[in-house]
């Protein structure tokens, strides 16, 4: 032992602990990058259906109600799983990125876009949220620590970029009230798909959603009774009640669910770009299910969004 370390020492030693740095996680094994990606890809499937099955329900139902009753069986789908698989409770520290979760997807995003999809047309709305992947690769550097390369972000941007280019052609320039619901929408949602990835690293994506559901059941389940009557009574037509049930299973529980899980597998940033093919698919079927025109710019989209994709998944984190 050093002299200076030593108790028989005149002057106390005062040991100043170093500060803990913010570790950006850990990049998952490339072995895990082709299984992610498929999940990834199965959850943006799932999601590019969301804006047309919103646009369903609103035949029968107002907006709070659609939004309030998707919450509330898609909570009772995920309590019933949670509770049948004998799921603990999530630690302590998790729940604060729970609950980011539940007001951003579970509450957040279907409200805002409920409501902007009563003014706007889906392919509108579709191509508007395409923004979503930069914002939420931003919202991941920023909460995970990650530093994606400049070629990524290049990549992103002019992806972003392509998005509002067909947005603003379709509007005529001028952002519209569906506008601003769809941009603070996509806000909540970046910061709700930054936690659920962060989470699902060490813990089951579907436990992440399935919790973030159960934490939004004290807010969803009046809400779901005051919209019932508040609202028109709902017409429960073919059309109404196919598109809520694939918003209570598809959108809101078993998209997030494989969604989560890939952002989990290749990570938030390269997952999140993705995401730029959920637009268009939306776009297609707009065209297949309401019957809406498809935009004369919508191919050249498709290729500068495509293009970005490859990109961005080649580039190095």
Same mark, same amino acid.
């Given at each position: ?26 990049? $998952? ?141 379709? =509007? ?43 934490? =939004?059941?004290?807010?969803?389940? $009046? ?95």
């Amino acid at each position: 032992m050093r002299a200076h370390d030593s108790a028989t020492a005149s002057t106390p030693i005062a040991i100043t602990a170093p500060s803990p740095a913010v570790a950006p996680l850990p990049a $998952p094994p490339a072995h895990t990058f082709g299984a992610g990606a498929l999940l990834a890809l199965l959850g943006v499937a799932a999601f590019s259906l969301t804006f047309p099955a919103t646009a369903w329900a609103l035949e029968g139902m107002g907006p709070w109600t659609v939004v309030m009753l998707r919450s509330v069986l898609a909570a009772a789908l995920a309590g019933g799983c949670l509770a049948a698989c004998r799921v603990r409770l999530p630690a302590r520290r998790q729940w604060a990125g729970i609950a980011v979760v539940a007001a951003g997807v579970v509450l957040g995003f279907p409200l805002l876009t409920t409501l902007a999809l009563r003014t706007s047309t889906t392919s509108h709305a579709a191509v508007v949220v395409g923004l979503l992947p930069l914002t939420t690769a931003a919202y991941s550097a920023v909460r995970t620590g990650s530093r994606p390369s400049r070629t990524f972000w290049l990549a992103a941007l002019v992806g972003a970029a392509a998005v509002i280019a067909f947005a603003v052609q379709q =509007s005529g320039g001028t952002p519209s009230t569906g506008d601003l619901y769809l941009f603070a929408a996509l806000v909540l949602c970046a910061a709700g798909y930054g936690e659920g990835g962060r989470l699902a690293r060490r813990m089951p994506g579907w436990q992440v959603i399935g919790w973030a559901l159960v934490l =939004s059941l004290p807010v969803t389940a $009046p809400g779901a009774v005051l919209a019932l009557n508040a609202e028109p009574a709902p017409q429960l037509t073919g059309h109404a009640v196919a598109g809520l049930l694939w918003l209570t299973a598809g959108s809101t529980f078993l998209g997030m669910v494989v969604w989560y899980r890939g952002m989990a597998a290749i990570g938030i940033s390269r997952a999140s770009q993705l995401q730029l093919a959920q637009p268009l698919l939306t776009l297609v079927w707009s065209v297949v299910l309401l019957g809406e025109r498809l935009p004369p710019a919508a191919p050249l989209t498709a290729l500068a969004v495509l293009a970005c994709i490859v990109v961005t998944q080649r580039a190095r984190s």
